[in-house]
C-alpha cells in the first residue's frame, strides 16, 4: 500500500472561518510533507515534520499551522485566510526507517490534494 | 538555496516519437532526484528515484539518467503515447528532508 490520503478533496471556505485539512498514510513513513501548488506553478515546500517533529518551516504565515499527532497522521489548520491562500494544497511522506543515509533515501509519495477556495 | 530549472517548459510531440526532458540543479551535494507525473488538478504520481550514487534508472518505457557532479537529470519517454500528455516534474532532495521542484514541463503527445 502506497497511498497517501487527504480529506477533503475540496474546500471552499470564508476568511473568517477556522478548518483543518488531513492527510494520512499506513507505510510507517516517518517524514511527512505539505506543500502548497497555485496553477501552473510547482509545488512550494511549506512544512516537513521528521518523527514527528517539525523540521523545516519554510516561513510559512502563522495563518497555517501544521500538527503532527502521531506518525500516521498529519494536518494543516487553517484561520483567517486571504484569498491569495486558494491553491491545491498537497502532502507528501517518505520512509526514514532509521539513520543510516542509505534508508533515508526513499521514494516519497504524494496524496491527490486538497482544493482549497478562500472566499 | 537550492534551484532546479526544467527545460523545455512545454513540449508538443506526435505520437510514437522518442522524447527527452532535463532538470538541472545548482547544489551536486543531494541525496537523491525523482521525477513525477502530474495530472491536470490532480496529485503527483512517482516515476522514478534515483539514488545520488546511480547513474541510471528504467521503469518500462521511461529511462531517467543523473549526473550529480554537473547538476543534471534527463528523463527519456520512449514510444510516447497520447496518455503519456502531463506534467513532468523533477525533485531535488538535499538534507533535513529539504526537497525542491523544478517548474515542470507540459508535455502533449498528439495522436
Known amino acids: 500500500d502506497t497511498e497517501v490520503t487527504q480529506t477533503p478533496k475540496h474546500l471552499v471556505m470564508g476568511m473568517t472561518n477556522k478548518k483543518s485539512l488531513k492527510c494520512e498514510q499506513h507505510?510507517?513513513?516517518?517524514?511527512m510533507y505539505w506543500y502548497k501548488q497555485k496553477a501552473k506553478k510547482p509545488p512550494e515546500l511549506m512544512f516537513v515534520?521528521?518523527?514527528?517533529?517539525?523540521?523545516i518551516n519554510e516561513s510559512v504565515p502563522s495563518r497555517f499551522s501544521p500538527e503532527c499527532p502521531n506518525s500516521s497522521l498529519l494536518n494543516l489548520h487553517l484561520h483567517a485566510l486571504q484569498p491569495e491562500d486558494s491553491a491545491l494544497y498537497l502532502c507528501?511522506?517518505?520512509?526514514?526507517?532509521?539513520?543510516?543515509?542509505?534508508?533515508?533515501?526513499?521514494?516519497?509519495?504524494f496524496g491527490q490534494g486538497t482544493r482549497l477556495t478562500v472566499v | 538555496k537550492q534551484e532546479v530549472t526544467q527545460i523545455p517548459a512545454a513540449l508538443s510531440v506526435p505520437e510514437g516519437e522518442n522524447l527527452v526532458l532535463n532538470c538541472s540543479f545548482t547544489d551536486s551535494a543531494i541525496y537523491n532526484l525523482q521525477w513525477f507525473r502530474q495530472d491536470p488538478g490532480k496529485g503527483l504520481t512517482s516515476l522514478l528515484l534515483i539514488q545520488s550514487s546511480q547513474r541510471e534508472q528504467t521503469s518500462g518505457r521511461l529511462n531517467a539518467s543523473l549526473d550529480k557532479s554537473s547538476g543534471r537529470s534527463t528523463l527519456y519517454i520512449a514510444a510516447s503515447q497520447p496518455g503519456d500528455s502531463a506534467t513532468y516534474l523533477c525533485a531535488v532532495r538535499r538534507d533535513n528532508n529539504d526537497m525542491r521542484f523544478g517548474a515542470g514541463t507540459r508535455l502533449t503527445v498528439k495522436p
Open positions: 507528501a511522506s517518505r520512509g526514514l526507517r532509521g539513520d543510516s543515509p542509505l534508508v533515508m533515501n526513499t521514494e516519497a509519495f
Open positions: 515534520y521528521s518523527y514527528e517533529k517539525l523540521s
Open positions: 507505510m510507517g513513513h516517518r517524514a
